[in-house]
């Protein structure tokens, strides 16, 4: 027997209901003490314009409702971002698009 660590293999199983996934257009990131939270929205009207009653500045106000929330401690964003980037250009080797997805 060796001393050497044992890698780590996480087998990750998505239950039926959820294979299909939810659709979110908008990201969300802030952290809490302990973690990282990940809000995924998506639009649940048309955007419209709307003034701000304290400044009168006019802005588009896009109602959104959270589909779901992650939250992840902090020793799992650095896994999380090495991710995310190697399949970001992965996707961009492969359809040819740039920077958000143009």
């Not at 802030?30 to 998506?42: C, G, H, I, K, Q």
């Not at 400044?55 to 409702?65: C, I, K, L, S």
């Not at 799992?76 to 997805?101: F, I, K, P, T």
Request: hydrophobic share 40%.
């Amino acid at each position: 027997m060796t001393d050497e660590p044992l890698d780590t293999r996480v087998e990750i199983t998505v239950p039926p209901e959820e294979e299909v996934g939810a659709f979110a257009g908008f990201a969300s990131v802030w952290r809490a003490r302990d973690s990282f939270v990940l809000d995924f929205a998506t639009e649940v009207s048309p955007p419209e314009v709307a003034e701000d009653r304290a400044t009168g500045e006019r802005y588009v106000h896009v109602p959104a409702r959270v589909v779901a929330r992650v939250r992840i401690p902090p020793g799992q964003v650095w896994d999380l971002m090495r991710a995310l980037e190697q399949n970001l250009s992965a996707y961009e080797r492969e359809s040819g698009a740039g920077a958000h997805g143009e």
